[in-house]
């Protein structure tokens, strides 16, 4: 398998942090959502408060997935800092470049993820 050059890890880097940065983007846009449902007198009965609890657990979990996309990013951009990317955490092995191409963030061979 090639190695991996220096160009391509750099276009992954920025690939990475351009993720990270719209990650975090969204997330600060969809604060409000994640919010404490409050009582409001005006809103038409049960069913609202409801839709607006069903809201914000979506919301929740969403915001859920969203960290733990940064949590994989973050420790692509690790790897990179310390020379170990475009390896798997796993056996060692070099991922594929068609892997990396698909998902930069990945770190474990396709054998190791499934296995």
Same mark, same amino acid.
Not at 9 to 15: E, V
Not at 86 to 112: E, F, I, K, W
């Given at each position: ?5 220096? =160009? *391509?890890? !750099?276009?992954? %880097? !920025?690939? +990475? @942090? $351009? !993720? +990270?940065? =719209?990650l *975090?983007?969204?997330?600060? %846009?969809?604060?409000?959502? @994640? ?17 607006? +609890? &069903? &809201? &914000? ?8 997935? @969203?960290?733990? $996309? ?10 990179? *800092? $310390?020379? $170990?990317?475009?390896? #798997?955490?796993? #056996? ?7 892997? +990396?191409?698909?998902?930069? !963030?990945?770190? @474990?061979?396709?054998?190791?993820a499934?296995?």
């Open positions: 398998m090639a190695m991996i050059t220096e =160009n *391509e890890i !750099a276009k992954y %880097a !920025a690939k +990475l @942090r $351009e !993720a +990270l940065s =719209n *975090e983007a969204e997330s600060d %846009a969809r604060s409000q959502d @994640r919010a404490v449902v409050e009582l409001d007198q005006q809103m038409v009965g049960r069913l609202s408060r409801m839709d607006a +609890l &069903q &809201q &914000q657990a979506t919301a929740k979990g969403t915001q859920q997935r @969203r960290q733990l $996309e940064v949590r994989r990013i973050k420790a692509a951009l690790d790897r990179i *800092e $310390e020379g $170990e990317f475009g390896y #798997c955490t796993d #056996c060692g092995d070099a991922l594929p470049g068609a892997r +990396l191409a698909m998902d930069p !963030a990945a770190p @474990r061979c396709v054998s190791c499934t296995g």
